[in-house]
């Protein structure tokens, strides 16, 4: 069962305390998509995700936690800034770009690419195929920098349903023929075998990794 707590926190940036109300034991039940998306209820808690200092507007996973070379300076920087005042997005949206700025700055490709991939669930949510498509695209570049300097296979494999979601069948057709070559985990040859089946079919709808 989810329960809301309030929890006081410090901003990492500005030492600001503030009280922000979070979830606490979100349990999830039955299996997960195959770009790692949960199950249900905790799906449907993204909004959850992201805190924001109500003074500086640091944005991340919790506003207590600091991001490597993120100071003051850089939430002063014009493309945060616009970020803050874009009154076009809806606020889990801003959330998430924001945070997700941050990481850019900071080098971490790896959480920027799946703080991308959860606002395409959040516009999965909201049935606006175009902006999640958009997402998902910002994932897969930012997830294929991080794979491919980390030797990290299971981005790598999450990079072939982003492509295959994104109707890019055939480069993730191909990305899966490598993995497969370089040799995976037993889950991840079966992922891989599955997504090539749904490229082979032009399917881009979720799947779980149940069916692989």
């Not at 003051?72 to 945060?80: F, N, Q």
């Not at 999450?158 to 990305?175: K, M, Y």
Request: hydrophobic share 40%; proline share 2%; glycine share 4%.
């Amino acid at each position: 069962m989810s329960k809301l707590i309030s929890i006081k926190r410090k901003c990492a940036i500005c030492n600001t305390e503030s009280t922000y109300e979070e979830y606490a034991a979100i349990s999830s039940f039955g299996s997960m998509d195959l770009d790692t998306r949960p199950p249900l209820p905790r799906r449907a808690m993204l909004d959850s995700e992201i805190t924001v200092c109500e003074k500086c507007h640091y944005a991340n996973t919790a506003v207590d936690k600091p991001i490597a070379g993120i100071t003051r300076l850089t939430l002063e920087e014009e493309g945060y800034q616009k970020l803050c005042r874009n009154n076009v997005l809806n606020a889990t949206a801003k959330k998430f770009l924001m945070a997700a700025y941050l990481y850019d700055k900071s080098g971490d490709m790896h959480r920027s690419g799946i703080l991308h991939l959860m606002l395409a669930w959040h516009y999965d949510d909201l049935m606006d195929g175009e902006l999640a498509a958009i997402a998902r695209r910002a994932a897969i570049e930012r997830l294929t920098r991080h794979a491919e300097l980390s030797y990290d296979l299971n981005s790598a494999t999450l990079v072939v349903d982003l492509l295959r979601r994104t109707e890019q069948f055939e480069l993730a057709t191909e990305n899966a023929n490598q993995l497969l070559e370089i040799g995976v985990s037993p889950l991840l040859e079966k992922i891989l075998k599955f997504e090539i089946h749904l490229c082979e079919i032009r399917d881009t709808k979720v799947h779980t990794v149940a069916e692989a």
